[in-house]
């Protein structure tokens, strides 16, 4: 294996807290403390040097060991890779009418996620493989270097672990979510769909994903039924996630901190007792800014979730119908206009926070032993991100040592 270095970066994100900088502007106060702020490890007039697939050293630019070769980043910010946490992307079709009906005031019953349904089982497996792989490389191109992604769009036992096979072929975070909505086969007899789910389905699901999600919302599956699903998930080794409070007030919350869920997202509708409840677990809050700019809903109020101490992630939710991104940039932007996070605290949550989104320890940061995923960006400071909204700032992406754009 051979060694670059990256010097020459104005402003290095390390997530490593004990460099504990903060960002000029941020408005930590001199005394420092545990703020988000100082978690991002900032170091000015930077380098990294890697080693193969892993980060090997991180320090100020002057102090850089001779490598194998030499990368001059030329003035520009570097940040880790963005870590997506939550996304659908095997689905065939689009639903462009549906968002154009919304969009323009409308009312529209296109029968929603029922129609990327009927679309995806039509669909061949080599359609679905190049349309996920498209949008993997799409995410890429923009700085996401790991993404998760989900079923859910099958409903039935084959097109579920159809959907699961060719998911992780790309990617090492997949998703069982066959409780995404109850299938149209069984619209009469839900509790029927929910025995599927725990049993033949989840049988021929679980060999190919680490995770289990259920969407727990009026309208999908109850706090009982979700209870259900996930438990029958953990038993077959996977772990929770939970589609939470995204549309109403409800039990999603509670439950993915009871389950000891590894983040509970949308996070939209929250109690008093649902922000405490996440406050004191292992839960993060994974924020979906997408979904709320593509419905005209309510923002998710992040700087609550902060200010209680929550850990919060940043994700797309990319999917063809309530959130069509795959941009973490544009996300990140969102969060500061309109969610009450500041710059630092939303490259923070896109990275490292996504990163314990998925109980990761080996991506989200720049420092020793981390894989080498981190984006160059063309700007001096990683709050261009939010700064200069929709522009591609994305200059470089390195994944696991290897620059890929």
């Known amino acids: 294996m051979s060694s670059t270095v990256i010097t020459n970066i104005a402003a290095l994100v390390t997530n490593d807290p004990s460099l504990g900088r903060a960002s000029p502007g941020s408005g930590e106060s ?6 988000r702020t100082s978690a991002l490890g900032l170091i000015q007039n930077a380098a990294v040097v890697i080693d193969g697939d892993r980060v090997a050293w991180t320090g100020e630019s002057s102090k850089a060991p001779a490598t194998d070769n030499r990368v001059d980043a030329g003035g520009r910010a570097v940040i880790p890779g963005f870590v997506d946490s939550h996304s659908h992307l095997v689905f065939a079709g689009d639903r462009t009418e549906e968002f ?73 975070e997949v998703t069982y979510l066959g409780a995404h909505i109850v299938s149209p086969d069984y619209a009469d007899d839900p509790a029927a769909y929910v025995a599927l789910v725990t049993g033949e389905m989840l049988d021929a699901c679980a060999p190919y994903a680490r995770w289990i999600d259920v969407f727990c919302e009026k309208g999908a599956f109850d706090g ?63 924020l979906l800014p997408g979904a709320e700019f593509s419905t005209r809903a309510r923002w998710p109020d992040a700087r609550r979730l902060l200010d209680a101490g929550v850990t919060v992630a940043l994700s797309t939710d990319c999917n063809p119908g309530s959130s069509f991104t795959s941009s973490v940039p ?50 001096p400071s990683h709050v261009h991100l939010a700064y200069r909204p929709g522009v591609p700032l994305v200059s470089q992406v390195w994944r696991r040592g290897v620059r890929e754009v």
Not at 30 to 35: A, I, L, N, P, Y
Not at 160 to 166: D, F, P, Q, S, T
Not at 252 to 281: F, P, R
Request: glycine residues 10%; negative net charge; charged residues 25%.
């Open 30 to 35: 001199e005394s420092g403390g545990t703020s």
């Open 100 to 172: 154009n009906a919304r969009m323009s005031g409308r009312g529209y019953s296109a029968g929603g996620i029922r129609t990327t349904v009927a679309a995806t089982r039509a669909a061949t497996d080599a359609e679905l493989e190049a349309n996920l792989v498209r949008y993997l490389t799409e995410a890429l191109r923009q700085g996401s270097t790991t993404l998760e992604t989900k079923s859910g769009y099958g409903l039935t036992v084959e097109d579920e672990a159809r959907a699961l096979r060719l998911a992780s072929a790309h990617t090492d």
């Open 224 to 286: 009982d039924q979700a209870r259900a699903i996930l438990t029958a998930g953990r038993r077959k080794g996977l772990h929770p996630r939970v589609h939470a409070n995204q549309l109403s007030y409800g039990p999603g919350v509670q439950l993915a901190v009871e389950l000891d869920a590894a983040s509970a997202d949308h996070c939209t509708h929250l109690t008093d007792a649902d922000v405490d409840a996440l406050a004191n677990s292992r839960t993060v809050a994974t």
């Open 330 to 379: 544009f996300c990140i932007a969102l969060a500061v206009r309109d969610m009450g996070m500041t710059p630092d605290e939303a490259v923070w949550s896109a990275t490292e926070g996504g990163a314990r989104a998925l109980r990761r320890t080996d991506i989200g940061r720049i420092a020793p032993g981390a894989y080498a995923d981190l984006v160059v960006l063309d700007a």
